[in-house]
C-alpha cells in the first residue's frame, strides 16, 4: 500500500489518463451499481480543450436536458410579475429567491394557453392540457389529445438513457369536478391519450428504483441508443440499512486509482452527496406518517364522514419526510443526480395537483391553497397566496443553485439544462389561461442566455416555447399542440 505522503503526492501530479474512460464505466458491486457524473477522464486529452468550446448538442458533449415544473391554482401575479422589461432588476416577492441564479433565469409574459380552457371547469382542463398542447377530452374517463411535450421528447430523445422520463410529484389526487376527470388534476405528463405517466411521490422508492434495484449506466454522451437492456442483479439490497456505495466500495476505489485529482474530487463529492441522500432517505422511512395528513385534514373528502365525496388517499408516510418542503428537496435532490449521472434527460415536477386543498401551517398560510387562490381581492388572502408562491419558488431556487455547483464539461449541469417553470392557471381567482406566470431556467447547452424579462406579443401560444425547448433538446420538430412556430425573443448566452 502507497504511504501517505506518496499517495499524496501522486494524486496531486496525476493527469487524467491517456486512456479515456468509457462513459459506460458504472461502479459496480453485489447487487448494485452507480452510475458516474461527467469526468475529464471521459474525454480523450488531444480534444478535452476543444470539446470546452463545442456547443452542448455536439458529438461527446453534455446533453440537454429538460423538465418541467408544474404549480397548482395560478399565482398572485402582482407579487409575481417584474416592473419592467428587459434585463432583471429588482425581484418581485415571488421570484426573490432566484436572486442567486437570476443571471441564468428568464421570465416570460403574455404566453397564454388557450387549450386549458374547458366547459365550466378551470383546474381540470388546465392540468390535464398543459404540457398535451391541445384540450382534454370533457370527460369522466380521463382522454387528451396525444402525448405530451416531455413524452414527445423522451421518444425521441430518451432511448439514451436507462430511463426515458420521471414524472415526479408530491400529493395525492383529487375528485374530477364539472363532468371531468379528476386524472387531469394530478397528471401533467401524458405517455398517450389515455395513459398518464405513472406519478412517483414516494423518494425511497424513487431512491431504489434508481440506484439501488436497478443498475443505471452512467453518462453516455456522444451519440447512439442505450443499447443492451440493464444488467441487473439477481441480489437486490432491499434493507435501508446497506448503503448502495457500501455495496460498490471496492470498484470505487479502483476507479479512483485511475483518476487525476479534480476528477477524484468530482466523484468523492458526488458520492457523498449520493450518500447524504441515503441518510435522508433512510431517516423518512423510520416514520409511519408523512406530512400529508396534517396537510390535508380540512381539505375536501379528507373527513371519512363525508360520504357523498370519495376519499382523499393518504399516502403511506414511510419513506415520506414529515415536513413538505423536506419531501420537495429530497425529491429534487434525487432529479439533480439522475440528470447528473444520465440516468434519465427528461422529467417533469409538481408541486402539488391542480384545484390542491393543501394547506402549509409552517410558513403560516393555513388556509386551504385552492381557497386562497380565490382571493376575491382580500388582502389576508393575498398575503397567505404568496407565501405559498414563495415558497415553491425557494424550494425551485435551491435545485437550480445545487445544479450551478455541479460541475459538468467547461461548465455546470445547470448550463446543460433548459427548466419550465410555470402554470396552466394565471390568476386563481379568475381562473385565465392568458398571460401565465412562466419562467425558463439554464443554458440549454450554451444557446440560452437570461437574466431578463421578456415581454410578448398578447395571446402568444406557450407551446411555441416547447417547440423551442424540444429543438435546444435536439428534437427536429416545427409545430406541437396549437404552436404558431418557436418562441422568439429568447436571449443568447
Given amino acids: 500500500m502507497d504511504s501517505q505522503d506518496g499517495t499524496a503526492k501522486r494524486a496531486v501530479r496525476m493527469p487524467v489518463s491517456s486512456t479515456p474512460i468509457s462513459r459506460r ?9 452507480v452510475a458516474l457524473p461527467w469526468l475529464e477522464a471521459m474525454t480523450p486529452l488531444a480534444s478535452t480543450a476543444a470539446a470546452g468550446e463545442q456547443a452542448a448538442s455536439n458529438a461527446g458533449g453534455p446533453p440537454v436536458r429538460l423538465a418541467f415544473f408544474y404549480v397548482p391554482n395560478g399565482v398572485n401575479m402582482d407579487t409575481w410579475r417584474p416592473e419592467s422589461t428587459g434585463a432583471l432588476g429588482e425581484l418581485p416577492p415571488i421570484l426573490k429567491p432566484l436572486e442567486p441564479v437570476k443571471d441564468r433565469v428568464t421570465v416570460i409574459s403574455d404566453l397564454a394557453a388557450d387549450h386549458c380552457k374547458g366547459k365550466s371547469a378551470g383546474h381540470e382542463p388546465a392540468g ?35 430511463v426515458d422520463s420521471l414524472a415526479l410529484g408530491i400529493d395525492p389526487g383529487h375528485r374530477g369536478d364539472h363532468g371531468y376527470s379528476g386524472t387531469y388534476l394530478s397528471h401533467i405528463s401524458w405517455r398517450s391519450k389515455t395513459t398518464p405517466s405513472p406519478l412517483r411521490m414516494n423518494p425511497k422508492v424513487l431512491f431504489d428504483d434508481l ?80 406530512h400529508h395528513r396534517e396537510a390535508f385534514r380540512d381539505a375536501p373528502g379528507a373527513d371519512a364522514d363525508e360520504q357523498e365525496l370519495p376519499p382523499l388517499i393518504i399516502p403511506d408516510g414511510r419513506g415520506v419526510p414529515k415536513l413538505y418542503a423536506d419531501h420537495v428537496n429530497l425529491m429534487l435532490d434525487i432529479l439533480v443526480l439522475a440528470f447528473q449521472t444520465d440516468t434519465t434527460r427528461i422529467a417533469s415536477f409538481l408541486f402539488s395537483y391542480e384545484k390542491s386543498g393543501r394547506s402549509y401551517p409552517e410558513i403560516d398560510a393555513r388556509g386551504s391553497h385552492h381557497s386562497l387562490s380565490h382571493h376575491q381581492k382580500k388582502q389576508e388572502n393575498l398575503d397567505q397566496l404568496t407565501r405559498i408562491n414563495t415558497h415553491h419558488m425557494e424550494l425551485f431556487s435551491r435545485m437550480l443553485v ?59 401560444p ?32
Wanted: hydrophobic share 35%; glycine share 14%; proline share 4%.
Fill in 25 to 33: 464505466t458504472v461502479i459496480r458491486g453485489a447487487g448494485a451499481a
Fill in 211 to 290: 440506484f439501488r434495484g436497478q443498475r443505471p449506466r452512467p453518462a453516455k454522451w456522444g451519440g447512439g441508443d442505450f443499447g443492451a437492456a440493464s444488467n441487473n442483479s439477481s441480489v437486490r439490497p432491499d434493507t435501508i440499512e446497506q448503503s448502495v456505495l457500501d455495496l460498490v466500495r471496492e470498484d470505487a476505489k479502483a476507479l479512483q486509482r485511475r483518476l487525476g485529482f479534480s476528477d477524484r474530487r468530482k466523484v468523492e463529492e458526488y458520492l457523498e452527496g449520493l450518500r447524504g441522500i441515503e441518510r435522508r432517505v433512510r431517516s423518512a422511512s423510520l416514520d409511519a406518517e408523512s
Fill in 462 to 493: 406557450i407551446c411555441n416555447l416547447y417547440v423551442d425547448m424540444l429543438r435546444r433538446a435536439g428534437v427536429a420538430i416545427d409545430q406541437f399542440g396549437d404552436s404558431s412556430g418557436p418562441l422568439a425573443g429568447l436571449p443568447k448566452a
Fill in 402 to 460: 445545487r445544479m450551478s455547483e455541479v460541475e459538468e464539461g467547461a461548465g455546470s449541469l445547470l448550463d446543460n439544462v433548459m427548466i419550465l417553470y410555470g402554470a396552466g392557471i394565471s390568476d386563481g381567482n379568475r381562473h385565465n389561461h392568458d398571460d401565465l406566470p412562466v419562467l425558463v431556467a439554464g443554458g440549454a447547452g450554451g444557446t440560452l442566455g437570461g437574466g431578463v424579462h421578456l415581454k410578448l406579443d398578447k395571446q402568444t
Fill in 128 to 162: 390535464g392540457g398543459f404540457l398535451v398542447g391541445e384540450k382534454c377530452k370533457h370527460s369522466e374517463t380521463p382522454e387528451v389529445a396525444g402525448a405530451s411535450v416531455d413524452q414527445v421528447a423522451a421518444r425521441e430523445i430518451g432511448l439514451s438513457t436507462p
